[in-house]
């Protein structure tokens, strides 16, 4: 293995916090190799690279000669995590929660090593523990240090109510800890408290304690809320090569760092090349975005797709090209047709709504020329449709055939 220091260079890239980070340079030094902990609760099926990112510092983990122990939680997500709600959270029911765990399996091993990933259910401990254990166990807590939860205080204080089951979840995340003797455990900023909940029960129950990591939320590709697909700024880790490429051309040049550091493979040298270019200008924004994209690509579709994903890029803005791979798709008509019904056919708007909205906001084209009806009239001649590319946006194309 590398020494302590090296790895340290490479952890602690990207970090926010490690805490505390000489107990991380302690374990380093004895040359072993640590057990590194996520644990993850399957309520969404699909990821994005928000949801990438304590991936991504896994695989670093794994690279450096570590073992991961990836935790499906299973037991807990029948909780529901409280972090950062204001509310308690819906019961998830075991058959979608299976159903969920598996997708996030088959999407998590786009980024870790298979054979350094030990994969474990939470359940497998948390389930058949007893009554009285559950008792030990929570006398290892205190309700104040319970109720320091910035989220906990904040309902409290606005009399949200606090269901007695959630003040049990950092107890039972803390106890996978335990249970599979953590050297580090990874979480977003938002589960610093959790974290923090499973070095503390392991000091009490004489194991030797794990480093807290903690990695910034990612900013989404309007820069600005984190990314969520309920903010329709996520980048998927199953979208499209161009879908993707676009994408992540589209975010902030103010991000970029933060999303090198986050979201690529590339070592921590590199990276500091490239911030320093940035910095002092001999490194343009565009050529470092373009090699961003290509970066982010490649790690899930591979080079040859992310090469192909570029050319289409530059087809589509540079040369405003239409793109050759726009599907066809089949409407029913007369001979007028509600355009907005034929946008949500084509996939390219969730709702009529939403279609009219980006009619009347000028971001539809027929073959290229904006649509200039809208504002209360949105049928169109069918003649005007057949056989033609239909673009909402930037990067979604169909062509409507009948």
């Avoid at 695989?59 to 972090?83: C, E, M, N």
């Avoid at 056919?345 to 649509?371: H, M, Q, Y």
């Amino acid at each position: 293995m590398l020494p302590a220091e090296e790895q340290m260079k490479t952890i602690t890239s990207g970090a926010a916090d490690i805490v505390p980070a000489e107990a991380l340079t302690a374990k380093l030094k004895t040359g072993r190799e640590l057990v590194v902990k996520l644990g993850v609760d399957p309520t969404a099926p699909d990821l994005h690279l928000g949801h990438a990112v304590p991936l991504r510092k896994l695989r670093q983990f794994q690279d450096l000669g570590h073992s991961v122990v990836l935790i499906i939680g299973d037991f807990t997500a029948l909780i529901g995590d409280p972090s950062g709600r204001s509310a308690t959270r819906p019961a998830l029911t075991p058959e979608l929660i299976d159903a969920n765990a598996e997708t996030y399996i088959e999407q998590a091993f786009k980024v870790l090593d298979p054979e350094r990933t030990t994969m474990r259910r939470n359940s497998e401990w948390l389930g058949p523990l007893g009554f009285a254990e559950i008792l030990r166990l929570t006398s290892k807590f205190t309700v104040a240090r319970i109720l320091e939860r910035d989220d906990f205080q904040k309902r409290y204080r606005d009399g949200v109510g606090i269901s007695l089951h959630e003040l049990l979840y950092p107890m039972a995340q803390a106890y996978d800890s335990v249970a599979i003797g953590a050297d580090v455990e990874i979480g977003g900023t938002d589960q610093l408290f959790n974290l923090l909940a499973g070095r503390d029960l392991m000091e009490k129950l004489g194991v030797e304690p794990q480093v807290c990591l903690t990695l910034p939320l990612l900013e989404g590709t309007d820069g600005e809320q984190k990314m969520s697909k309920s903010y329709g700024n996520y980048v998927g880790l199953t979208d499209e090569p161009h879908d993707m490429f676009g994408k992540v051309m589209s975010i902030p040049d103010e991000i970029m760092v933060k999303y090198y550091r986050l979201c690529t493979a590339l070592g921590v040298d590199a990276i500091e090349r490239i911030e320093t270019g940035l910095a002092d200008g001999s490194l343009h924004p565009n050529e470092a975005k373009r090699r961003l994209a290509r970066e982010i690509v490649a790690l899930y579709h591979g080079t040859e797709s992310s090469a192909s994903a570029e050319g289409a890029f530059d087809r589509v803005f540079r040369r405003h090209e239409i793109p050759d791979d726009i599907p066809d798709v089949r409407v029913e008509h007369g001979e007028r047709v509600h355009l907005p019904a034929v946008m949500k056919a084509a996939g390219l708007s969730p709702t009529n709504n939403e279609a009219r909205r980006l009619i009347d906001a000028g971001a539809v084209k027929v073959d290229g020329a904006p649509v200039t009806i809208g504002h209360g009239e949105y049928d169109v001649l069918w003649a005007e449709l057949a056989g033609k590319v239909l673009q909402v946006g930037k990067r979604r194309y169909a062509r409507i055939v009948g």
